[in-house]
């Protein structure tokens, strides 16, 4: 079976930096996929790992560990805008992503 | 906007009604997705079709019934659904379903209302 889990919410001030973490215990693994989803909105890619270490993307990082299950996703200079959910996805095998139930961010100014 | 366009964005119907939810993608991508999402829960897996053949069926109701008429379209047919299937129906595609690095993309959705 499949399971993933994030922290449900996370609070941030504005200019900061904030760590989200996803923890996966998994049948199979192709990679692990960061999503970001506005309030009624579709999500959109924010990055993707399937070797240990970081990624960088602009503002965005991705963390992988695959013997610790762990990854984490780090925004830097936090702005208004980047109050949204952020969903771990973790791809088993072909075609099937299981989702986190997601870590729902908000910035305050 | 996104680059995976659904229609239509509402959908209001009776459990005796048969309606067709619609899913275009123009990227050349060989993988399409179904998804249903509740408020405040994640994307769950529906159906996924490679190559225009049905490759995972998440043991979804037969009150759902999927169809790729070609490469660029997802249909998704809807008879005598009830109100627990009120969501919001995310399609979604890829590159294909196998290799690395190949993000879905979502379209908006359709929210689905039944009565």
């Known amino acids: 079976g499949q399971n993933i889990d994030q922290p449900t919410e996370m609070t941030a001030t504005e200019g900061a930096i904030v760590q989200i973490n996803c923890t996966y215990q998994t049948s199979g693994f192709n990679g692990l996929f960061w999503y970001q989803q506005h309030a009624g909105e579709a999500p959109t890619f924010l990055s993707y790992?399937?070797?240990?270490g970081l990624e960088e993307k602009g503002r965005f990082s991705s963390f992988l560990s695959r013997s610790k299950g762990y990854s984490y996703l780090l925004l830097k200079e936090l702005q208004m805008k980047d109050s949204a959910s952020y969903l771990c996805?973790?791809?088993?095998?072909?075609?099937?992503?299981?989702f986190g139930d997601g870590t729902t961010l908000t910035v305050k100014p | 906007d996104t680059e995976v366009t659904q229609t239509p964005k509402h959908l209001v119907m009776g459990m005796t009604n048969k309606k067709s939810l619609k899913c275009e993608q123009h990227?050349?991508?060989?993988?399409m997705y179904w998804y249903k999402q509740k408020a405040k829960k994640p994307p769950e897996l529906m159906f996924v079709y490679s190559y225009e053949k049905l490759s995972i069926n998440e043991s979804v109701p037969s009150r759902f019934s999927p169809e790729c008429p070609n490469s660029s379209l997802l249909n998704l047919h809807l008879h005598a659904l009830q109100p627990e299937d009120s969501a919001l129906y995310l399609c979604?595609?890829?590159?294909?379903?196998?290799?690395?690095?190949?993000?879905?993309?979502f379209g908006d959705g359709t929210r689905l209302s039944i009565l």
């Open positions: 990227m050349g991508h060989r993988a």
């Open positions: 979604a595609s890829s590159l294909t379903t196998g290799g690395f690095n190949q993000p879905q993309h």
């Open positions: 790992n399937v070797l240990d």
């Open positions: 996805a973790v791809k088993a095998n072909a075609g099937k992503s299981t």
